[in-house]
């Protein structure tokens, strides 16, 4: 389920600017590392609007595997306070991932193309429809749009390499306090 995604920005950001086989061939690879995250929340049937700032580290525990932590800071339907999530990304042949939750629940197949993936989660009666889009060698998005009976959210997620060593704890007071 492969759909282009449109370079919004031009110039450097284009996606054809990666180095040869990033995203492609080594997808775990890629995304090992730390990254700012900046991630906008919409409910499209109340219109009500909120937003995430933190950072998320990639780390490789071992052979095909990447942790992923992020913490931060949300604001979201008069929530304003420290917010954190971990994942498990496994390398599931040359450019998939298997994205699981902390506890080992499946949650969907991930892989990193220069033209984008698209891949869909069902969670009972509700449906998450997401979309990977590479930008860069140092940037790539996440939009998750959630459909359900009660549900009609977009969640779209900036991902910028941090070339600073940077962990979440460390995040957790940079960003914890910026709301």
Known sequence: MLAPSADRRGGSGRVDALPAGVGLASPLEYLEGAWDVARSLRDERTGDR??????????????????????????????RGRSSRSLVYRRD??????????????????????????????????????????????EWTLT????????????????????????PERAAGDRGRAL
């Open 93 to 138: 042949g040359e450019r998939r991932a298997r994205v699981e939750f902390a506890d080992g629940r499946h949650f969907h197949v991930a892989e990193l193309h220069r033209t984008g993936y698209r891949t869909v989660h069902v969670c009972g009666p509700d449906r998450y429809e997401g979309h990977y889009a590479l930008r860069s060698a140092d």
């Open 50 to 79: 909120g937003s995430f700032s933190g950072i998320a580290v990639f780390e490789s525990p071992g052979d095909g595997v990447l942790a992923y932590r992020e913490v931060g800071a949300l604001a979201w339907l008069g929530y």
């Open 144 to 167: 998750w749009r959630v459909f359900g009976p009660s549900k009609s959210l977009v969640l779209s997620s900036t991902f910028t390499r941090v070339h600073r060593r940077a962990g």
